[in-house]
Antibody, heavy 117, light 108 residues
Framework: QLVQSGAEVRKPGESLKISCKAS????????IGWVRQVAGKGLECMGV??????RYSPSFQGQITIAADNSHNTVYLQWSNLQASDTAMYYC??????????????WGRGTLVTVSS | DIVLTQSPATLSLSPGERATLSCGAS???????LAWYQQRPGLAPRLLIF???TRATDIPDRFSGSGSGTDFTLTISRLESEDFAVYYC?????????FGQGTKLEIK
């Protein structure tokens, strides 16, 4: 399973790191991705991380950082300068496939991030 | 980027009826690398179908996927109450992976 950290509230300009801890499978054998869902809207893949590399979707490149701590089976999603437009639900999900061609077979329950002054 | 267009946006049906959801791609999806997800209200998405027609683990056989190239279909043969949800398609044949905007399946 994938267990995500709890809901967060931040002000514009603040930083934030949320987490996704994997259990029940060999963490190093699978990549993990982050998917954004703005309230009432669809799904957007932000980026993925595996043993070989980290790749960001063009829309999110430079806006976020994805990192992993393999010793703790945990993946992180980080912002250094949050904006109100970052308010959304963020899901982590396990990849099946490779770094360029993948779908998501196991999902976390989501972390709600609210950015408001 | 490949744009996926799902239709209809909303589908109103009754339990026991057959549902047909469409996903059209702006260009051919390589190797028919297309997945379908179900998202019930307040929950995370759940993988239903991958490689256009392969059911994921523990998915009931009333769910089936078909199609190739630019036109794909998710069919639910006999709707049950828990099937009323939003459904998304996702292509992973070209980078970046992209999702459709979703079809809401609602009770009539």
């Amino acid at each position: 399973q994938l267990v995500q950290s709890g809901a967060e509230v931040r002000k514009p300009g603040e930083s934030l790191k949320i987490s996704c801890k994997a259990s029940g499978y060999s963490f190093v054998n699978y990549g993990i991705g982050w998917v954004r869902q703005v309230a009432g809207k669809g799904l957007e893949c932000m980026g993925v991380i595996s043993l070989s590399e980290t790749r960001y979707s063009p829309s999110f490149q430079g806006q976020i950082t994805i990192a992993a701590d393999n010793s703790h089976n945990t993946v992180y999603l980080q912002w250094s300068n949050l904006q109100a437009s970052d308010t959304a639900m963020y899901y982590c999900a396990r990849l099946l496939g490779d770094d360029y061609s993948y779908f998501f077979d196991l999902w976390g329950r989501g972390t709600l991030v609210t950015v408001s002054s | 980027d490949i744009v996926l267009t799902q239709s209809p946006a909303t589908l109103s049906l009754s339990p026991g009826e057959r549902a047909t959801l469409s996903c059209g791609a702006s260009q051919s999806v390589s190797a028919n690398y297309l997945a379908w997800y179900q998202q019930r209200p307040g929950l995370a998405p759940r993988l239903l179908i991958f490689d256009a027609s392969t059911r994921a683990t523990d998915i009931p056989d009333r769910f089936s996927g078909s199609g190739s190239g630019t036109d794909f279909t998710l069919t639910i043969s006999r709707l049950e109450s828990e099937d009323f949800a939003v459904y998304y398609c996702q292509q992973y044949g070209s980078s970046p992976v992209t999702f459709g905007q979703g079809t809401k399946l609602e009770i009539k």
